[in-house]
């Protein structure tokens, strides 16, 4: 599974957004979610990329990582991320910039690798 979720649930105040949702997804496997306004389908994605927190009991995994209390950059960083229902771009900035500014999960090396011209971590980057 490239991702899990065991008794996901997840209240605001005196209401249950979702309770205690068990769900499996295969590595290759696509899947939508459906259901009407207000069901809970954006509660979910919120909650699997770390943009909230879910309530105790929860448990999510992604890649083989135990990511339920992992926060949302680094979760980003094992390659999952979330797209909004609407766009939020920087409205200041270009469109490369836009682009480049969530490219950097992606690039091999760190700040001072590349003041120093030196290659980080490129055989285990490599093989993803
Ligand atoms: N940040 C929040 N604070 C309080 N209640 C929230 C919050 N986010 C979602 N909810 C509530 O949780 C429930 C699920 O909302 P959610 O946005 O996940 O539904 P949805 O399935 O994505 O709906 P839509 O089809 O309109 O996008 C709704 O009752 C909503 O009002
Ligand atoms: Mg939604």
Known sequence: MILKT?????????LKAMDKVDFELKKNEIRGII????SGKSTFFNLVSGIYDSDPGS????????????????????GLSRTFQLLRLYQDMTVI????????????????????????????????
């Open 97 to 128: 910039d836009n682009v480049m500014a969530g490219y950097h999960t992606k690039v091999p090396y760190s700040f001072i690798d590349a003041v120093v011209g030196r290659k980080k971590n490129l055989g285990s980057r490599e093989s993803h």
């Open 6 to 14: 065991k008794q996901l649930t997840k209240s605001f105040g005196g």
């Open 35 to 38: 259901g009407p306004n207000g």
């Open 59 to 78: 448990y999510i995994e992604f890649d083989g990582h135990d990511i339920t209390f992992t926060p949302p950059y680094k979760i980003a960083g094992y």
